[in-house]
């Protein structure tokens, strides 16, 4: 079983730029694909990107493409989420995800959550 804990979170405005981390205890991360998701008040779960176990595939939701990006460095446990460009709808608690699977893009396929990290984007 792994642990996930994010950090990195806060309000920041219009345009800035943030670093999510999730640190992961408990059993080697490289055993794992991960995931970022996040949810908004009243809304579902929403997919962000993921990782492959290597780190050599990555995919984006449309919404955060070309401003999001998302690596790992296995020998540190830890995966990021480089967010730039911020909009006033990436306002979400973010959640890091592990999945026994090289990567996923679906809530369902992920095994362990983070307690997850707020991100408010002023305008």
């Known amino acids: 079983q792994v642990q996930l804990v994010e950090s990195g979170g806060g309000l920041v405005q219009t345009g800035d730029s943030l670093r999510l981390s999730c640190a992961a205890s408990?059993?080697?991360?490289?055993?794992?694909?991960m995931g970022w998701f996040r949810q908004a008040p009243g809304k579902e779960h929403e997919f962000v990107s993921t990782i492959s176990r290597s780190g050599g595939n990555t995919y984006y939701a449309d919404s955060v493409r070309g401003r999001f990006t998302i690596s790992r460095n296995n020998a540190r446990n830890t995966v990021y989420l480089q967010m730039n460009s911020l909009k006033s709808e990436d306002t979400a608690v973010y959640y890091c995800?592990?999945?026994?699977?090289?990567?996923?893009?679906?809530?369902?396929?992920?095994?362990?959550w983070g307690q997850g990290t707020q991100v408010t984007v002023s305008s």
């Open positions: 995800a592990a999945t026994t699977q090289n990567w996923g893009t679906k809530k369902y396929e992920y095994n362990y």
């Open positions: 408990g059993r080697t991360l490289s055993d794992y694909g």
